[in-house]
């Protein structure tokens, strides 16, 4: 398996340049979502993303199970994209989730190797103040966290800045 990692704020281009590695591989491309539609402004960026992505694009939604969503749906011949792991951490913590055991689960799943190719995105959010509130500095500094250990055992990391990659890892 190889792992590529995507990082970038909001609107900095990262999922058009993870859709750009995944197609570019010639695998069968599959978007692993993990977004909810819990409002109106969320479901118009979810169709933007759709939208974004015809066939031959297969999409799977999973808010909370990444890692078993990865074991089942990695083939040799299938690129998948998961998009993203900040949404699936707001996921875990809204949902009263035990976050490091989800996180742990991932982390095992991405150590083993899976056939495929495995392109992960996440909203960098540590590159601005503190939050105010205590929820907030929570989900910042699990995010941190999370980065860190997905850093770690990718093969590739990119940094995406006004839609631009910066190569950290690989």
């Not at 398996?1 to 069968?28: D, Y």
């Not at 959010?125 to 500095?137: C, D, H, W, Y």
């Not at 990718?154 to 631009?164: I, M």
Request: proline letters at 6%; aromatic letters at 4%.
């Amino acid at each position: 398996m190889s792992l590529h990692f995507v990082l970038g704020g909001a609107r900095s281009g990262k999922s058009a340049f993870a859709e750009g590695l995944v197609l570019a591989s010639g695998l069968r491309p599959l978007y692993l979502a993990s977004g909810q539609a819990f409002d109106a402004e969320m479901t118009a960026r979810i169709a933007l993303h759709r939208e974004r992505r015809p066939p031959p694009w297969e999409t799977v939604e999973e808010p909370l199970h990444l890692a078993e969503a990865l074991h089942r749906e990695a083939a040799p011949d299938r690129a998948i994209l998961g998009d993203c792991l900040t949404l699936w951490l707001t996921n875990l913590m809204l949902g009263g989730h035990d976050v490091e055991a989800a996180f742990a689960r991932l982390l095992e799943t991405l150590a083993t190797p899976l056939p495929g190719l495995v392109v992960l995105v996440s909203s960098e959010v540590g590159l601005s103040i503190v939050p105010e509130n205590a929820m907030a500095r929570e989900f910042r500094d699990h995010a941190g966290l999370l980065h860190q250990r997905v850093a770690a055992v990718a093969s590739h990391v990119t940094l995406v800045a006004a839609g631009l990659p910066l190569t950290l890892k690989g």
